[in-house]
């Protein structure tokens, strides 16, 4: 189950699933999605569903990670890109096969050194990893042409729009409080010479974006 023949099935999966920038694709193939899982769920690693990976988060289906990506690609060329939320660093792993830059923020402290230990085998030279709270980005290294946000934020993180470059895009999950059915939904935000426009994509379901560092 862990074969390059089983990832070659999941990325034929996407295709199905309307992925189609092959830079998208070619990532997905080429990161191996069961050295990120633990032993006991390997066999379930391409299949398109999240998994637990402890302290209460979950790695994203693989349509989500390839969605998100292209997301942030489209008609443009890949630049500096910041990701909020490691988790085991599989997402991050996919960006830096993408992005020439990924830099990648971790709140909780245990959860982003086995994040560390996943990645290491794959010597990923243009991957930086961050102690920090994703609410405020990394302003350090701001601005970034692409950011992605793999937790639910109850509202739009100003100091992301903020770290966002002009023409750059950011692909977050926003709760929706307050609305019908409430839930989650995929939000695309586009930074323009006069602002920011918002365009609503799919119903997701992301573990909450909490704040501070743990």
């Known amino acids: 189950m862990t074969s390059q023949r089983t990832r070659k099935r999941m990325v034929e ?3 199905d699933q309307g992925i189609r920038d ?3 694709l070619a990532a997905m193939a080429a990161v191996p999605r069961h050295l990120f899982v633990e032993e ?3 066999s379930r690693a391409y299949e398109d569903t999240a998994l637990p990976i402890g302290f209460g988060q979950t790695i994203s289906q693989p349509y989500v990670v390839a969605k998100m990506v292209e997301t942030v690609l489209q008609d443009r060329p890949p630049g500096k890109t910041l990701e909020i939320g490691t988790g085991c660093g599989y997402q991050a792993a996919v960006l830096a096969h993408v992005f020439p830059e990924v830099y990648s923020i971790e709140r909780i402290k245990g959860l982003l050194e086995r994040a560390r230990g996943n990645l290491l085998a794959l010597r990923l030279g243009n991957l930086r990893l961050a102690h920090g ?3 405020a980005g990394l302003e350090a290294a701001a601005p970034f042409q692409s950011i992605i946000v793999a937790a639910a934020a109850p509202r739009m993180p100003d100091a992301l729009l903020r770290q966002l470059a002009p023409g ?3 692909v977050l999950p926003l709760a929706q409080f307050g609305k019908r059915g409430g839930g989650q939904r995929l939000m695309l935000i586009e930074r323009n010479g006069r602002g920011f426009v918002e365009s609503e994509l799919d119903a997701v379901r992301f573990v909450p974006m909490e704040a501070g560092k743990a």
């Open 22 to 24: 092959e830079r998208v």
């Open 13 to 15: 999966r996407l295709r």
């Open 168 to 170: 750059g895009r950011m």
């Open 40 to 42: 006991a769920l390997a």
């Open 133 to 135: 709270d994703g609410y």
